[in-house]
DNA sequence: GAATTAACATACAGACCTGTTTGTATGTAG
DNA sequence: CTACATACAAACAGGTCTGTATGTTAATTC
């Protein structure tokens, strides 16, 4: 029973659906081929056509997110003049807002968050490691733009307040996603920011 | 070949450093207790009879350490009229730097951060939970005196001071532990606390 | 000092789970 | 229209790991 390539294409997706459900459900780890399967309604041998194994299907629906970084760069970059810590700010909480309405990034972000590292994902760990290296580069430019503009207090440099931001962000996504969501993210989130963006300020 | 009581509790604490050891390398779910037993120079029967199965050996694994929230709260029960601030300040930076200096401890602060709670660990987690909550009415009822005592800056509540507080630590031991170490975590950690504080007081 | 029992070692049954292979029906290119 | 590649399903082979049951020896107990 050949399908065509639209439909083998919508059976990949469908499977990485069921991945996402299923590995959110029982962890990464403890999540069985078949399982998955059951869920994407085909068999394992559907999987393993898609994908070589767990780890590459993995991989591939880490891909399917896009992490703060990603869209704090773009935000950032597009923002030649402005005040960079604004836009920073702004951005940090839109993110996070973003997450709050989107349930399928925030179970992609549990995955991501709960898996353990350890032995066979430790390629899907490199990649995320490689994208925060990335990611804080831009924060630190971002930064010491802000600086020559004399817009950031003495007492942070661009790397302290770029490390700052970067673990409050990771700090309350932890939080939040890891412990039954009992806050709402998007408020705190921005209040967090705020009283975070308003010490980077001078004075 | 029964050997003595003393035998016996020696046995058992030596499962428990192999447990250390074998989790921290592969993980608490790709760690076989075979693994654990070789390591311990002992027969997987030797752990079962010690411990009922493998999330208990974990549990009692997760229970030889003494978490930040724990020496953070005695630290500050005792300064009854000191600066509530400088002394939260002061404990939060030599609990990073007793991390720093003791590998055990970041075995398994590292074990509990990659683990994956979902499913059979789900009680590992919980615990860890409400060690987390007590936490928090500590920390914030140490903000509030600080607040009565006109310490704390105006757009600090004692909530959202020791909500940032516990973001951070937890950010820059998970940045740390999880991501290679590659920074001075006293230094670093002091240093981001020191800033931190510093928006905490007054002015 | 016999009986008991604690502290293991060893052996075993069986549950999964993975990766592979084989079969097969159907698109699709020529 | 035929030959082949594709997209799976189904069966298979093998390994690993867990929990338990049972054996064994030496401490304790009385």
Redesign the pocket.
């Known amino acids: 029973?050949?399908?065509?390539?639209?439909?083998?294409a919508e059976?990949?997706q469908q499977i990485l659906l069921a991945a996402e459900q299923v590995f959110y459900e029982k962890g990464v780890a403890n999540?069985?081929?078949?399982?998955v399967?059951r869920a994407a309604?085909?068999?394992?041998?559907?999987i393993?056509?898609?994908f070589?194994?767990?780890t590459e299907l993995f991989l591939e629906l880490s891909r399917s997110v896009r992490l703060p970084q990603e869209d704090l760069i773009a935000r950032e970059l597009e923002a030649e003049n402005a005040d960079v810590l604004s836009v920073l700010e702004r951005a940090g909480g839109d993110w996070l807002e973003l997450l709050s309405a989107d349930a399928q990034r925030q179970r992609i972000l549990s995955i991501l968050l709960r898996c353990d590292y350890s032995g066979e994902f430790a390629c899907v760990c490199e990649r995320q490691v490689d994208i925060d290296a990335e990611h804080m580069r831009a924060l630190e430019a971002a930064f010491g733009k802000a600086r020559t503009q004399g817009r950031l207090a003495a007492c942070w440099t661009p790397q302290t307040a770029a490390t700052a931001l970067r673990w409050m962000i990771k700090g309350v996504c932890a939080e939040w996603l890891l412990f039954g969501r009992r806050f709402d993210i998007a408020r705190e989130g921005r209040e967090g920011l705020r009283r975070l963006f308003l010490s980077f300020a001078p004075q």
């Open positions: 029973m050949r399908r065509s390539k639209a439909d083998a059976t990949r999540a069985s081929m078949e399982d399967a309604g085909v068999t394992r041998g559907a393993y056509w898609h070589s194994n767990r």
